[in-house]
Antibody, heavy 121, light 110 residues
Framework: QVHLVESGGGVVQPERSLRLSCAAS????????LHWVRQAPGKGLEWVAL????????YYADSVKGRFTISRDNSKNTLFLQMNSLRLEDTAVYYC??????????????WGQGAMVTVSS | QSALTQPASVSGSPGQSITISCTGT?????????VSWYQQYSGKAPKLIIY???SRPSGVSNRFSGSKSGNTASLTISGLQAEDEADYYC??????????FGTGTKVTVL
């Protein structure tokens, strides 16, 4: 079955960087769009970024544009999120999530368990 | 990129039906049939329960149903059960190929 496992979370100071990874299994990784979605403590879900199945297209929320970069390695079934210039408001659980089969518009259907990122001085 | 608007809370007695609204604009909910709904228990990852406005993934109870009218989508839970007590979020594709989530609704079973 579909399995998504995030890693790389932790505590980081403001303005520093952190890289999240998401290892996928149970499906043909290279044919699905992938997302990062975050949830601040006690708050709702916030979409962060989307990458197309082949890595050609990337889209970002305004709140992270220019600071975060989404990428993927289809040879290793792994999704990444490079987070630079981190701010206190980036503190959240970051979920890796599977999107559409070739089609970017389709719904997120499977989610990882999340990785906690805490930005604190 | 403002979040879609949902009521903060909805409650109902066991066996009743409740409906959660999700209001957006013509650039998201009203413009596409790519509206989905998620159920999230405290401390857990969300689970997809409705996609493409009204389709249910395999294994999801038929007590969950979705619809859309104009810029507002709705999730109805019929025959409310104690296990339905959770947070519910809508989501929509947008004209900029981004995604928007709703503000979230806490469902309480009285």
């Amino acid at each position: 079955q579909v399995h998504l496992v995030e890693s790389g979370g932790g505590v980081v100071q403001p303005e520093r960087s952190l890289r999240l990874s998401c290892a996928a299994s149970g499906f043909t990784f290279s044919t699905y769009a992938l997302h990062w979605v975050r949830q601040a403590p006690g708050k709702g879900l916030e979409w962060v970024a989307l990458i197309s199945y082949d890595g050609t297209n990337k889209y970002y929320a305004d709140s992270v544009k220019g600071r975060f970069t989404i990428s993927r390695d289809n040879s290793k079934n792994t999704l990444f999120l490079q987070m630079n210039s981190l701010r206190l408001e980036d503190t959240a659980v970051y979920y890796c999530a599977r999107g559409g089969h070739f089609v970017e518009a389709k719904a997120v259907d499977y989610w990882g368990q999340g990785a906690m990122v805490t930005v604190s001085s | 990129q403002s979040a879609l608007t949902q009521p903060a809370s909805v409650s109902g007695s066991p066996g009743q039906s409740i409906t959660i609204s999700c209001t957006g604009t013509s650039s998201d909910v009203g413009g596409y049939n790519f509206v989905s709904w998620y159920q999230q228990y405290s401390g857990k990852a969300p689970k997809l329960i409705i996609y493409n406005v009204s389709s249910r993934p395999s294994g999801v109870s038929n007590r969950f149903s979705g619809s859309k009218s104009g810029n507002t989508a709705s999730l109805t839970i019929s025959g409310l059960q104690a296990e339905d007590e959770a947070d519910y979020y809508c989501s929509s594709y947008t004209t900029s190929s981004a995604r928007l989530f709703g503000t979230g609704t806490k469902v309480t079973v009285l």
